[in-house]
């Protein structure tokens, strides 16, 4: 399946979606993948502009802040195509500051949402999982967390039809010729490179042709 330039993408997730985008400004994609991915697109577009693109991640966002916006950040927007990158602020905050998160609340707070929008709109479903590059052995024992937590993620879009883009898999994969740090500072937040492997990854899985088209 292709994205035709009729389409309208909307992202939306946490900090490593909203990438230090204007909220005040809501054509505003931030400096990160939704970037990289939108001007992919936008190069390749045979004629006109590409598709919309529309950025709505928040810096922060645990998938229960998603939850209660979603109807004005992504409902109402009317996207053909929208994508949810969640989940590692959930295991971080358990880390630091204590808050918990559970992973069965996670897991039907995010199919529901899911579900919610298979339910509204004929919109494909694209999720990209969380991931970690740990930059230091106290971030190894997130993994406790976090682990499941990508199941619950694997579980919620296999059962709502949502295509995956394994984040997860890309950074650890690239992470055994590379220092953690070269696409991850903190293990969390990605790099420049970092950045670009997500959208390679999710032109990849969204839109075949385009990601193996010649630059």
């Known amino acids: 399946m292709r994205i035709k330039n009729d389409d309208t993408l909307l992202f939306i997730g946490d900090s490593i979606t909203d990438a230090g985008r204007d909220r005040a400004d809501s054509a505003s994609l931030g400096a990160g993948y939704v970037h990289e991915i939108a001007q992919t697109l936008r190069d390749r577009a045979a004629e006109g502009p590409g598709p919309r693109v529309i950025n709505r991640g928040i810096s922060g966002n645990r998938v229960y ?7 004005t950040d992504v409902i109402d927007h009317r996207p053909t195509v929208v ?27 995010l199919d529901g949402l899911l ?3 298979a339910r509204r709109l004929s919109a494909r479903l694209v999720v990209i999982t969380p991931f970690l590059v740990p930059v230091g052995p106290d971030q190894e ?9 990508t199941d619950a993620v ?3 879009a296999a059962d709502n039809g949502a295509q995956v883009v394994r984040a997860d898999q890309v950074m650890a994969h690239a992470v055994r010729d590379r220092q953690p740090a070269e696409l991850a500072r903190d293990g969390v937040h990605p790099t420049p490179l970092g950045h670009r492997l997500i959208a390679d990854a999710w032109l990849a899985v969204a839109d ?3 990601a193996q088209a010649p630059a």
Request: hydrophobic letters at 35%.
């Open 65 to 71: 802040d998603l939850e209660s916006r979603w109807t």
């Open 83 to 109: 994508t949810v990158k969640i989940g590692i602020n959930d295991t971080w905050r358990h880390y630091d500051s204590g808050l918990r998160s559970p992973v069965d609340a996670f897991a039907t707070c």
């Open 115 to 117: 579900a919610d929008t």
């Open 141 to 149: 024992r997130w993994f406790e967390d976090l682990a499941p937590r």
């Open 154 to 156: 694997l579980r919620a």
């Open 208 to 210: 075949p042709a385009t």
